[in-house]
């Protein structure tokens, strides 16, 4: 199994804070031979709500365009790999607020969240609180 990202806990942190409840961790899709790990599951009885969490750290990072190249290339594959296993669960993005401020308010970042289509969850891991859902 991959090593949990510098943010999964707080993330986790942030989504029971918000009301969630975790059902899954390193949800694993299969692709034939292929194993996939989907870091978080999640589910929230208020509302209703299933979602599949990606953790990502895109801030304080060597090369934001190398972290941005991983994510947005994780985040496709893992939702390719749902839609073959006929998940209909949907897939975020989680981000922390230095992050969404920074690459993914750059030109670049917004070309790829939109022409993407991915879903974010922006966090703030200092005070492990779930600031927005952007669908």
Not at 95 to 120: C, M
Request: hydrophobic share 45%; proline share 3%; aromatic share 8%.
């Amino acid at each position: 199994m991959p090593a949990k990202d510098r943010y999964h806990d707080k993330v986790i942190r942030a989504l029971i804070k918000d009301g969630w409840t975790i059902t899954g961790e390193q949800v694993k899709v299969i692709v034939e031979e292929r194993n996939l790990f989907i870091d978080i599951e999640a589910s929230r009885s208020s509302d209703n709500r299933l979602a599949l969490i990606e953790v990502k750290e895109l801030d304080a990072v060597s090369s934001p365009i190398d972290a941005l190249a991983s994510a947005v290339g994780k985040y496709f594959l893992y939702r390719v790999a749902l839609k073959d296993a006929e998940v209909t669960t949907p897939l975020y993005l989680a981000v922390s607020e230095a992050s969404y401020e920074g690459i993914l308010r750059e030109k670049i970042g917004q070309l790829s969240i939109l022409d993407g289509n991915i879903a974010l969850v922006v966090f703030d891991p200092d005070r492990e609180e779930i600031l927005r859902w952007i669908h």
